[in-house]
């Protein structure tokens, strides 16, 4: 079988751009490459690129910062503009059965006219109805998925990969089973935290069942950390019960509109210095586990790739290492 090629990771938020490049061998993965900046305000707003020339040169910048050679990237888009559902479908005897019935299905779910939509869909699994599945359908606008192409070009690289945030999550839940089991019927919260928004996500069995974003009004945990929670009286901490608030708010979502098993864990992700603060608190908060999220705990790293930056960021790199595992996806899909 024909080995595929290698994918750069890049993952462009409304708030930094970060970059991997992962390798794999019989016994290991590793980090080939590594780099992160921040993104200024208005570049990119609420997951919609604003700025297209000067997103691309920070782009350029950052790909000859990290001494990747690899040029054929994996990108995803997110926000509001995918829409995530997981539909029923009958049991089909081939991929192109079920490409067509997923073709019929997105006209009555998908609010856009569907030759201005790009599909996807990842089977899950059979459903409690005899001789039927469930399948994630993921769906995003066309023209959101041409402005991340045209941009990646301008940078000097081929986006062979364009991706969905849910699908890309679960493909990194390979790189946390110190922290989650895959295999167990117990549901975990994975709850991302960045400047605009927070994103709950819940896994079962190794897949995303449920999915809510929230618009947030100010970044979050600014100021919280270690040093500041411990002092008397801190404004910041009050900023965390807020988002203790926020997160529960969002669980009892999820209970109301699921009958999937109750939360056993909580696994936070974001690039906040008050995560760890927040972890601690909501652990006593809600009464279950909470810890950050950490894809990277795991791999080894050239030398060229500065661990402990690495390490520091870890937990706001599961979308980004999703991404640069499309590499070991015969087909790239």
């Known amino acids: 079988m024909k080995k595929p090629a290698p994918l750069l990771g890049v993952d462009i938020s409304s708030s930094a751009i970060r970059l991997i490049e992962l390798t794999a061998s019989a016994r290991s993965q590793r980090v080939e490459a590594y780099a992160c900046e921040s993104l200024p305000e208005g570049v990119v707003v609420d997951q919609t690129i604003k700025d297209a020339n000067r ?3 920070m782009i350029a910048r950052l790909i000859q910062r990290s001494r990747s050679r690899i ?5 995803l888009v997110s926000g509001t503009s995918v829409i995530t559902k997981v539909i029923t479908v009958d049991d089909l005897a081939s991929d192109v059965e079920l490409e067509h019935l997923i073709q019929l299905e997105a006209g009555a779910h998908i609010p856009y006219p569907l030759e201005d939509v790009a599909l996807d869909f990842d089977v899950l699994g059979p459903s409690s109805e005899p001789d039927r599945w469930r399948v994630l359908l993921v769906a995003s606008r066309r023209e959101e998925v041409e ?3 045209d941009v990646l070009q301008m940078a000097g690289l081929d986006a062979q990969v364009v991706d969905v945030e849910a699908l890309v999550l679960e493909r990194a839940l390979a790189l946390i089973a110190h922290q989650y089991d895959a295999q167990a019927d117990d549901a ?5 935290l960045e400047p605009q928004r927070l994103t709950l996500n819940v896994l079962q069995q190794g897949h995303i069942v449920y999915r809510r974003e929230q618009a947030l009004p ?5 100021g919280l950390s270690a040093s500041t929670a411990a002092e008397p009286v801190s404004g910041s901490l009050g900023m965390a019960q807020d988002m203790i608030e926020t997160i529960q708010q969002n669980l009892q979502f999820f209970y109301a509109s699921t009958s999937a098993s109750p939360i056993s864990g909580v696994l936070l992700g974001g690039s906040s210095d008050g995560l760890p603060v927040l972890a601690d608190a909501l652990s006593e908060a809600i009464g279950l586990p909470a810890e950050l999220v950490d894809p990277v705990a795991h791999l080894e790293c050239a030398p060229r790739v500065n661990r ?3 390490a520091n960021d870890s937990s706001a790199l599961m979308r980004v290492c999703g991404l640069a595992l499309r590499s070991f996806d015969h087909g790239h899909r």
């Open 71 to 75: 040029r054929q990237a994996a990108t």
């Open 147 to 149: 402005a991340l192409d």
């Open 308 to 310: 402990q930056q690495l």
């Open 218 to 222: 100010s970044p979050p945990l600014t």
């Open 188 to 192: 975990v919260a994975l709850v991302d």
């Open 55 to 57: 997103l691309s040169q």
